[in-house]
């Protein structure tokens, strides 16, 4: 007997997508909807079970009715080099007239009742620009419909912006985002240059500064060595004229002295 086909409709139908960054228990919703005429018991299932939170993880669905799922991620490393490898399988049976026990009923399922569905996951990573802007082009709309979490509020009709050709919306944005990264690159330059210039006229005062001492130092040894010199030839003099002085009254001396004893013996021999 050929394996039954799943008659719950899954939304998504083979993907669950998660979107990171994974710091933190990410969230995604898997809606399960009975289209049959009967009730029908589901049961989810994962290859991960200790990184998934699967909130409910079994129940009845009734007749055209809906249920929707949460499964929980939980913070991880996310390495985005590493394949995933983690899936998750949605079984379902027509539900029994009388149900008293889910897992006893699971137990004694027959696995030709067995209807299956299987699932893969996916990790995406946020993009660079948490503020991409998407642009819709509706078919009859000349103008580009933007879609942002942070539009600008809406004009007046009277005061609209000129509408902008769909053809030259992305090159408008792209001039902007290279004027806005010449803009910064030029103002990096000229702070650049700044800063060199700065820096030279801190070297060229430091110079004149060092100049300057070298200047004092040399000026006050100068004026030592010829205070020094003065007091030299200040001394020298002295000396010079005390040694005229002596020569001068040496002769004076010696006459004096020979008028005297030329006066004692003149006067001896006389009288």
């Not at 008659?7 to 009975?34: A, Q, S, Y």
């Not at 699967?54 to 913070?75: E, F, Y």
């Not at 998750?88 to 067995?114: C, G, T, Y």
């Not at 000229?190 to 004092?216: C, H, I, S, V, Y």
Request: glycine residues 2%.
């Amino acid at each position: 007997m050929s394996k039954l086909e799943q008659i719950l409709v899954l939304d998504p139908p083979c993907d669950l997508r998660f979107k990171g960054p994974f710091t933190e228990v990410v969230t995604t919703n898997l809606k399960l909807k009975n289209p049959s005429d009967r009730r029908v018991c589901f049961k989810v299932k994962t290859t991960a079970p200790k990184r998934y939170c699967v909130r409910p993880n079994s129940g009845i669905i009734d007749v055209s009715a809906t249920v929707t799922i949460s499964v929980m991620l939980q913070p991880f490393d996310y390495d985005p080099n590493e394949k995933s490898k983690h899936k998750f399988m949605v079984q379902s049976i027509f539900a029994p007239p009388n149900v008293a026990e889910m897992d006893a009923m699971w137990k004694d399922v027959k696995p030709n009742d067995l209807m299956d569905s299987k699932l893969r996951c996916v990790f995406d990573l946020p993009s660079e620009n948490n503020e991409v802007i998407d642009v819709e082009l509706s078919s009859n709309a000349t103008a580009p419909v933007l879609n942002s979490s942070k539009a600008s509020p809406v004009l007046n009709s009277s005061k609209a912006s000129p509408v902008l050709n769909s053809s030259k919306a992305s090159p408008v944005l792209t001039a902007a985002k290279t004027a806005s990264v010449s803009t910064n690159g030029s103002e990096m330059r000229k702070l650049t240059e700044e800063f060199r210039r700065l820096q030279a006229e801190m070297d060229k005062l430091t110079g004149e500064n060092r100049q300057l001492k070298d200047d004092g130092v040399r000026m006050r040894r100068a004026a030592q060595r010829s205070d020094h010199m003065t007091s030299n030839q200040t001394g020298s003099s002295s000396s010079s004229m005390m040694q005229q002085t002596t020569a001068a009254s040496l002769p004076a001396l010696l006459v004096v002295i020979a008028a005297i004893f030329i006066g004692f013996f003149i006067g001896k021999f006389i009288l």
